[in-house]
């Protein structure tokens, strides 16, 4: 069987824009480039999809769940259908499915679920383990009660538990006991995000913090006598910021704030989504605490926001209605900069010997197809 062949589409392939191009790919790339470079080769499925965009699959590394599951229940066929879900309706192709903060035997069965999941599912390509080593003081919708101080030898337990594959993890660096987790963290490749923190300035100026988990929420803010996390995030060019693009977890003129301060180079878009996501509105759960869902907003029951049902083509689409930012740079903030921050060398960028992730859209930026690995997925 030849290879699929994608031809007369505008193609964004992270470091370049193809106005009139093709792409040609089996479970990987094989070529990509101007339409007129295109040569026949026999067995080839070649479709004309002239009109349309071609853009790298997105790569969400902070979701908990969507579509009734969640990554803390810790089925691994639950996980593995959501992660699939996301692939086919919001063109995510590359997950971090993310737990929560819970007690030490739940975050371990998620582990485990997570482990079991990614071995089907290679869209699942890392942990992003979302507290319990958070601050008390900007919890969000974390359960206080499980909240404790840094622990390399939990954290060394549970990435065991997972595989490996924790590759990033929310703290607050202001606790105690957090100089050695870091270290711990730098040494097994994973990233240290501050996040549900309530860190100042200059403790963090003393951290080896290099990831912002959702700029803005749940963390010391922006002020005019302490910059916070906020102002850090802001103010350091090793900082590489989260941002939840729905227009609820923070106002457009903010988005666009941290779009002119960071640059679309150090801005990584992600949902933050909960099981909610793709279902109707009403009650839900998480982390074992009454959700109710409304107007596309995720509240606990005094109104704290409780992760989003935020969908990731729509990410893509609010920043660039909410800054005016080119597709291209999007484009960086979707793929590119997530692919290249955790080192996943197959994925962000559309070319030859990268893993055949791409997304196909209209005129209007909606999903038409996502292929994952060379293989067609449609919405559902």
């Not at 100089?179 to 200059?202: K, M, Q, W």
């Not at 100026?205 to 995030?233: C, D, I, M, W």
């Not at 989260?242 to 227009?247: P, V, Y």
Request: charged share 20%; net charge negative.
């Amino acid at each position: 069987m030849g290879a699929k062949v994608l031809k007369h589409a505008k193609i964004y392939t992270g470091d370049q824009v193809i106005d009139d191009g093709y792409i040609r790919f089996d479970q990987q790339i094989l070529a990509v480039g101007p339409v007129y470079e295109y040569v026949a080769q026999a067995g080839d499925e070649v479709k004309n999809v002239q009109g349309l965009t071609i853009v790298p699959g997105f790569i969400d590394v902070h979701a908990h769940g969507g579509y009734g599951y969640d990554a803390m229940d810790g089925d691994p066929e639950q996980i593995d259908t959501m992660a699939t879900k996301m692939m086919r309706n919001e063109g995510v192709t590359t997950l971090f499915a993310t737990t929560m903060t819970q007690s030490n035997d739940n975050i371990a069965h998620a582990m485990r679920g997570v482990k079991a999941a990614a071995a089907k599912n290679p869209i699942i390509q890392g942990v992003h383990l979302e507290g319990p080593f958070i601050s008390a003081i900007y919890k969000g919708a974390q359960p206080e009660q499980y909240i404790k101080d840094p622990n390399t030898e939990l954290l060394g337990e549970w990435n065991e538990l997972s595989g490996g594959l924790v590759k990033l993890i929310t703290y607050a660096p202001e606790d105690e006991g957090a100089a050695a987790f870091e270290d711990y963290c730098l040494a097994n490749g994973i990233v240290p995000s501050v996040g549900h923190s309530n860190a100042t300035r200059e403790q963090l100026l003393n951290s080896k913090a290099t990831h912002v988990t959702h700029l803005y929420n749940a963390q010391r803010e922006f002020k005019h006598r302490q910059p916070g996390v906020t102002g850090h995030a802001m103010l350091e060019d090793n900082m590489r910021a989260e941002l939840i693009c729905d227009g609820f977890h923070i106002v457009p003129d903010m988005i666009r704030l941290a779009f002119d301060q960071k640059g679309p180079e150090r801005i990584e878009l992600v949902t933050d989504s909960m099981r909610s996501k793709g279902m109707p509105e009403g009650e839900s759960e998480l982390g074992g605490q009454k959700v109710f869902v409304k107007d596309k907003q995720a509240r606990l029951a005094d109104g704290t926001l409780a992760g989003s049902v935020l969908q990731f083509i729509d990410a893509f689409k609010n920043i660039q209605r909410f800054t005016g930012c080119s597709m291209y740079e999007a484009v960086l903030m979707s793929s590119v900069n997530q692919a290249e921050e955790f080192h996943l060398d197959s994925k962000g960028l559309l070319a030859a010997g990268r893993d055949a992730d791409l997304n196909l859209l209209d005129q209007n930026l909606d999903l038409q197809a996502t292929y994952s690995y060379g293989t067609e997925y449609h919405p559902e």
